[in-house]
């Protein structure tokens, strides 16, 4: 979770439970160390955020505090862009309308970063006649694709031989009960789409793969078009 991300959702807890918390508490809720929340409610106290309190003793966000009326993290962003477009692809006429002007106004009320993030977040969905369960590996692979960080998979073939590659990951997309997985395969020197119910054995590497407008997923499905 980014920095600026973990100190929103601060705000937010503190804001929800409407007492004074403990570092170990928020700590629990943040799923981080309790020294990591010390320097957060630093930083937060230092950027004028109304909060009384010190360590040892608990915290607590004041009743004036005012948040913005609309503010999300890049997590939250990715997961409305995927919502929108699974309801444009899966929903009928009417549903796929209500969903592209609702995304119309969320537009309309975010900074240009974060609109761009909208818009470019690597999740598609595609109609189909079943539905199925997200597979175990989809969350590490969207926060591979999300911090740009190579993974490590095993990938077992329809003949059941298991093959260990490297990847750029890429982009997700569901077609009704089957997930894939397209990444830049370093094995095979390309583009290669992998099914997530056949990914074992996934690691996320500390090695992170720059911006590469020749192996993006923007680049893949330019391909597909053309």
């Known amino acids: 979770m980014r920095p600026a991300d973990r100190l929103f959702r601060i705000i937010q807890l ?3 439970t409407g007492r004074a918390m403990t570092a170990a508490e928020i700590a629990e809720k943040m799923e981080v160390s309790r ?5 957060d409610m630093e930083h937060l106290v230092g950027s004028g955020a ?19 009326p609309l503010v999300f993290t890049f997590e939250q962003l990715e997961a409305l862009a995927f919502g929108v477009r ?3 692809m899966l929903g009928d006429d009417s549903l796929g309308r209500a969903a592209r002007e609702a995304l119309e106004k969320l ?3 975010l900074p240009k970063e974060h609109i761009e993030r909208l818009r470019r977040a690597p999740l598609r969905a595609f109609r189909s006649g079943s539905q199925g369960t997200i597979p175990a590996s989809f969350d590490l692979v969207r926060k591979a694709i999300s911090a740009r960080r190579k993974m490590e998979i095993g990938y077992r073939s329809l003949s059941g031989t298991v093959t260990r590659r490297v990847v ?29 119910d ?8 500390l090695e992170t793969f720059p911006a590469d407008e020749k192996r993006s997923f923007e680049r893949y499905l330019d391909g597909l078009a053309g």
């Not at 020294?35 to 320097?39: G, K, L, P, V």
């Open 35 to 39: 020294r990591t929340i010390y320097r």
């Open 107 to 109: 537009e309309a009320s």
């Open 14 to 16: 503190m804001r929800a």
């Open 168 to 196: 750029r990951p890429l982009g997700l997309s569901a077609f009704g009960n089957l997930w894939l997985l397209t990444a830049w395969c370093e094995l095979r020197d390309g583009f290669r789409d992998f099914r997530l």
């Open 50 to 68: 109304p909060i009384d309190g010190e360590p040892g003793v608990g915290y607590l966000l004041r009743e004036d505090f005012d948040a913005p």
């Open 86 to 88: 699974a309801v444009q």
């Open 198 to 205: 056949r990914v074992e054995g996934a690691t996320l590497l």
